[in-house]
């Protein structure tokens, strides 16, 4: 029973704010508790936990008359008291924001309860699919490069290339005259005017110009490599230049020569002396003749490492510190048909020999710059694991019957020896004859994609599975197959899982594995994102919902092997697909919130799960996660996620047990948020950083703390332990943080 007294200062808990900080409250609690002990007689009162601890007045009175003398409180006094005491705990947090509902957070970080998180758990998805590798990662600029994109046959279309000229002074047209055998059309363009005489070419000279795609993104001081293949019956006099949107010349050579009557190889270094995102290549003459062109390349020389990325776009899947890479499909893998899908051995040797091929799913010509060798060399340098998803003898529309899929087989043994045989084996050669002689890190294949159920794959599958594990027992093959719901029918390493849905369905989803079987093949959820009106072009509602659904995979990262968002790139000028995570354009780029919120998973892979436990959730709008963590420096980090996916704030009433006694330490120690005003906004060119994560330091950190949670958000409370005494299994996660908060440092 509490006295009417003690109901009233109760009652005044809920008074307004006064900024008083948690040390104070503390104090003045006690104060007051004493105070009340004195007043009344052999209560025991049980009082509002501030800080996650109860405070309770024990004492009795006759007990403290004895030692203090009879002492009468006014009530005023009392009020004064816990007006204040009220006041600092509803600012405890600091955010000034009125919580609506109180839950508590109880987060053992002892080793008895912890899990090994796989170094493989988080990663990315690359696809060719709006425009994610052709016009984008893969910097070449020159769009349909080797005039194949129309067909082999001719006359053929050569868009995006356009003339410059009408035709009173020259004629284009493409002929089956390459020296490449795989790629046989090159263009040939008939100058009917001249430098001098009655039909006088135009003072700019005729020729052709390449707009890129969408507009190639020169820029000023920096150089481009420029290669093409040309020949003539006679010398040849060709102006290479680079033009503005406006007409300007942002750079300008020329390429002379008195004998090209056999093709030849011609290199040049362009420098800007201006910058224009719109800008076009052209090749221009005076003079009358006949001149053939053929593999027009031009590539900034910048690009990352001088492997071919795009150096912006590729830092930005760098930050997200990928344990994975899988590439390079996707439906893209399969194709409508088989005649269109990507076939590994075509991608593969000198630029200037690969045929391309027409993504008849995405409905674009790819030039195959970005093949089989660059995948492999993208996963190196992101310092991730390579997953090559091939194909397994199905598309869209036709399939092979498992009796005549060898040939199939074949290369993707063949595929896998490019990748990990030594250099003098007839596969590595090739890769080693590229640039790489030691081989790459291939552990994971997948056969085909999404193509269980189709009337082949079965009995496809198990060819591939009995043919790589007896040439590599080490290689883990992933199926096509859910092994989620029930129990594979066929041997596999990890099964493939893809979910895209609704804000609402991919929030719940979080559970889908909890009560999955933790023998045999583990999940792949290799392309996981939210899809439709609730995603928009990349909303914060969808961020939030693919949050809670990554929490508990890590939640069950003794059943879930690896996951990726998907697609990873979009081209602005080419939204065959959305959401995504990485929207740009030829000279800018920005990350949707889906994006940021993978920045919170990064410190995950190789780190420690914690047992993480929320009591009194009655919406079940709440979901949280903990894990241990080392960096560079060798220091022991707490990270606490929690993703708010109500519309009400809530007051989290935080404990951390197994902690040594002040092992927390405040310096260092950050809270990030992932919100906004509306759940629907997003990120934009005009507005990049409308939705990223914004980091406030942790003014009073302890084993027990309240933290309000923002309506829609995704919170990470990160902790720096001065203690070894935290759970940390498996082998060691060195972390570099810096980059984390580098790259958030400016919200």
């Known amino acids: ?152 046959n001719t006359p053929s279309n050569i868009a995006p290339w356009s003339v410059i000229g009408n035709e009173s002074s020259l004629i284009i047209s493409t002929e089956r005259s390459s020296r490449f055998d795989r790629n046989k059309i090159a263009l040939r363009m008939d100058v009917l005017c001249d430098h001098e005489g009655s039909n006088t070419c135009p003072p700019g000279g005729v020729g052709i110009y390449n707009p890129g795609f969408w507009g190639m ?21 060709v102006s290479v230049s680079l033009t503005g949107s406006t007409g300007s010349t942002l750079a300008t050579a020329n390429i002379v020569d008195s004998d090209v009557s056999n093709w030849t190889k011609i290199e040049l270094t362009l420098q800007a002396k201006g910058t224009d995102a719109n800008s076009r290549l052209q090749l221009t003459t005076t003079r009358k003749g006949v001149v053939w062109f053929d593999q027009v390349s031009l590539m900034p020389t910048d690009t990352y490492k001088g492997h071919g990325f795009r150096k912006d776009l590729f830092e930005m899947v760098k930050n997200l510190k990928p344990g994975f890479i899988r590439f390079p499909g996707g439906c893209f893998v399969e194709g409508e048909w088989l005649r269109n899908a990507f076939r590994w051995k075509e991608t593969v040797g000198p630029w200037e020999e690969r045929p391309g091929h027409f993504g008849d799913v995405w409905h674009y010509w790819t030039d195959d710059g970005l093949g089989h060798f660059e995948f492999l060399q993208l996963a190196e340098d992101l310092e991730a694991e390579p997953i090559w998803v091939f194909n397994n003898g199905v598309s869209h529309n036709d399939e092979v019957d498992t009796s005549s899929i060898q040939p199939f087989v074949q290369e993707a043994l063949d595929g896998i020896e490019f990748a990990r045989g030594d250099a003098k084996s007839k596969w590595g050669s090739i890769r080693a004859a590229m640039g790489h002689p030691e081989p790459f890190d291939l552990k994971y294949v997948a056969v085909g994609n999404e193509d269980c159920g189709k009337k082949y794959y079965l009995g496809n599958y198990l060819e591939f599975y009995s043919a790589i594990q007896h040439e ?169 996620k929690v993703v708010n996916f109500g519309s009400s704030s809530v007051a989290l009433q935080l404990s951390i047990q197994g902690l040594e006694v002040n092992s927390l330490q405040s310096f260092g120690s950050k809270k990030i948020e992932l919100t906004s005003a509306d759940v629907m906004d997003e990120n934009s060119f005009q507005v990049p950083n409308k939705v990223v994560p914004v980091s406030s330091e942790l003014d009073d950190v302890g084993e027990e703390m309240d933290v309000v949670l923002s309506p829609h958000s995704f919170t990470s409370i990160d902790l720096l332990i001065n203690s070894n005494n935290v759970g940390l299994v498996g082998p060691a996660s060195y972390v570099d943080k810096s980059s984390y908060y580098k790259d958030i440092k400016m919200y």
Not at 5 to 28: A, D, E, G, R
Not at 35 to 41: C, F, M, N, R
Not at 217 to 237: D, F, H, M, W
Not at 597 to 617: P, V
């Open 217 to 237: 993104n020169i820029e000023q001081g920096k150089t481009y490599k420029l290669v093409l293949y040309a020949r003539s019956l006679g010398p040849i006099n």
């Open 472 to 640: 590599y027992p080490d290689i883990k093959l992933i199926s096509n197959c859910d092994g989620s719901s029930r129990p594979l029918d066929h041997p596999a390493h990890i099964y493939d899982y893809h979910i895209y849905s609704s804000a609402d369905n991919v929030f719940a989803a979080a559970q889908k594995f909890d009560r999955v079987s933790r023998t045999g093949p583990k999940a792949f959820v290799s392309e996981y994102a939210v899809h439709g009106s609730d995603a928009g072009t990349g909303s914060l509602l969808a961020a939030l919902a693919e949050a809670g659904f990554l929490i508990g995979l890590e939640k069950n990262c003794d059943a879930v092997e690896m996951a990726s968002y998907a697609p990873l790139f979009v081209n602005t000028n080419d939204r065959t697909w959305n959401p995504d995570a990485i929207v740009f354009d030829s000279s800018q780029m920005y990350g949707t919130p889906s994006y940021w919120m993978q920045h919170f998973f990064k410190e995950s892979n190789g780190a420690t799960l914690l047992n993480a436990t929320l009591q009194s959730n009655p919406s079940n709008s709440l979901i949280a996660s903990a894990i241990s963590w080392k960096d560079t420096d060798n220091k022991n980090h707490l990270k606490i």
């Open 1 to 152: 029973m509490i006295s009417r007294s003690n109901h009233t200062l109760i009652s005044l808990y809920n008074c307004p704010l006064l900024p008083l900080s948690h040390h104070m409250t503390k104090s003045l609690y006690k104060t007051a508790r004493v105070l009340l002990s004195l007043s009344h007689t052999s209560h025991r009162v049980k009082y509002p936990k501030i800080g996650g601890t109860h405070f309770q007045a024990a004492q009795t009175v006759d007990t403290l008359r004895e030692k203090m003398g009879a002492i009468n409180l006014s009530k005023s006094v009392l009020l004064f008291f816990f007006v204040v005491l009220s006041a600092v705990y509803r600012s405890s947090s600091a955010t000034g924001v009125e919580a609506n509902q109180t839950v508590s957070l109880v987060v053992n970080a002892s080793e008895a309860s912890a899990k090994y998180i796989p170094k493989t758990l988080f990663g990315v998805f690359f696809e060719e699919i709006n425009h994610a590798g052709a016009g984008g990662l893969w910097a070449e600029l020159v769009n349909n490069r080797g005039f194949e994109a129309g067909g082999p």
